[in-house]
């Protein structure tokens, strides 16, 4: 809480002024933000970063190292 002190009775008018400087970090947060979020859902930066890559991840083929029994 704020208190004042006042000797005698009257009128008295407080306010507060907001900073521009607030504003101006405010939008430089936005901006951040859409720049982290842009950057992280580019669908053609992840494709082709993964086009580069021929890994195969699963192989449901025996290997040529196995001996298979019949």
Same mark, same amino acid.
Request: proline content about 6%; cysteine-free; glycine content about 4%.
């Given at each position: %809480?704020? !208190?004042?002190?006042?000797?005698?009775?009257?009128?008295? +008018? +407080?306010?507060? /002024? %907001?900073?521009?400087?607030?504003?101006?970090?405010?939008?430089m947060? $936005?901006? $951040?933000?859409?720049?982290?979020?842009? !950057? $992280? %859902?580019?669908?053609?930066?992840?494709?082709?970063?993964? !086009? /580069?890559? /021929?890994? %195969?991840?699963?192989?449901?083929?025996?290997? $040529? /190292?196995?001996? +298979?029994? !019949?």
């Open positions: %809480t704020v !208190a004042f002190d006042i000797p005698s009775g009257g009128e008295i +008018v +407080v306010s507060y /002024d %907001t900073p521009f400087s607030r504003y101006l970090v405010r939008l947060v $936005a901006v $951040a933000w859409v720049g982290v979020l842009l !950057a $992280a %859902t580019r669908p053609e930066r992840r494709h082709r970063l993964n !086009a /580069d890559r /021929d890994e %195969t991840l699963l192989s449901f083929e025996p290997s $040529a /190292d196995l001996e +298979v029994e !019949a």
